[in-house]
């Protein structure tokens, strides 16, 4: 079985803020409360995180995640990091990812993300990295890192990992495509680099998950109108808003949504 989980669909903030409270949000719609962003991608036996919030161990709970073969990250921002000490508990259920379900004790859990990115996770979490894959019997995580190249595939078990750039942010992102088009997650953007939109028009999307921090566009994330515009030139069967911050009501976003087109909430799961 194929699935993938909308672990966390708020922006930083999360709704509600510490701030604004629920902003625009209609506090009795359940689906506006949010927790940071974060996707969990499932393949059988293999299992993989896109980005460690620092909600990521309530939500892991929550959704009965033991076990992961890797993590792959969007970026080095605060909201899609900080959850990284709590990947410790994980370095003890790494699977074998020929697919044998089996508890292995001494292991790191892999990481991958862009040179850039890792850089600077190494910079902030030194503490939780090392090189060698057998892991010292330690109480603080071990995450060993891996830089990829955009446009190189790299292969997790059962599942083909394509990393793409995406651009307008504050820094670079990784946006990733898995299997061919089974399911393509946007990371924080505000343009698609055009090397990288010919590749989404090229090959079969069946679902993508793409970020909606504002309704109105603002000076690091697309609005609604800029989704729409690449949502027509990718041609998805299925699209799903994440990333939501405390000025998209659930039910104000899906009223602006066009056909197979819906905002998400915490703990969504989607069937590919």
């Known amino acids: 079985m194929t699935k993938a989980i909308i672990l966390g669909s708020g922006a930083a903030s999360g709704v509600p803020t510490i701030s604004d409270g629920w902003g625009a949000c209609d506090a009795s719609e359940s689906k506006n409360r949010r927790s940071r962003a974060g996707v969990y991608f499932e393949d059988g036996a293999t299992h ?3 980005d460690s919030s620092a ?4 939500q892991l709970i929550a959704n009965n995640i033991r076990r992961l073969n890797a993590v792959f ?10 959850g990284i000490d709590d990947l ?3 370095n003890y259920h790494i699977d074998d990812i020929t697919g044998m379900q089996k508890k292995v004790q001494g292991q790191a859990l892999d990481i991958y993300a862009v040179e850039p990115h890792i850089a600077e996770i190494r910079r902030r979490f030194a ?3 090392t090189d060698e894959k057998v892991r010292e019997q330690t109480h603080r995580p071990q995450l060993c890192p891996h830089e990829i190249q955009f446009g190189q595939p790299i292969i997790i078990g059962s599942v083909k990992i394509m990393p793409l750039e995406f651009a307008g942010h504050t820094v670079v992102t990784t946006g990733y495509v898995f299997n061919d088009g089974q399911l393509v997650l946007i990371p924080d953007y505000k343009e ?3 090397q990288t939109l010919a590749y989404l028009q090229k090959i079969d999307v069946n679902v993508l998950i793409m970020p909606l921090t504002a309704v109105e566009e603002c000076r690091y994330h697309a609005g609604i ?3 729409k515009h690449y949502i027509a030139q990718i041609r998805p069967q299925r699209t799903v808003l994440t990333h939501l911050g405390a000025k998209c009501d659930y039910q104000t976003v899906l009223q602006l949504c066009p056909p197979h087109v819906e905002p998400a909430f915490d703990n969504m799961a989607l069937e590919l």
């Open 48 to 50: 993989i995180l896109i």
């Open 55 to 58: 909600d990521v161990r309530e």
């Open 73 to 82: 990250y969007t970026h080095a921002h605060a909201d899609h990091t900080m």
């Open 88 to 90: 410790r508990a994980l």
């Open 127 to 129: 503490y939780v990295l």
């Open 192 to 194: 698609i680099p055009a």
């Open 225 to 227: 109108d800029i989704d």
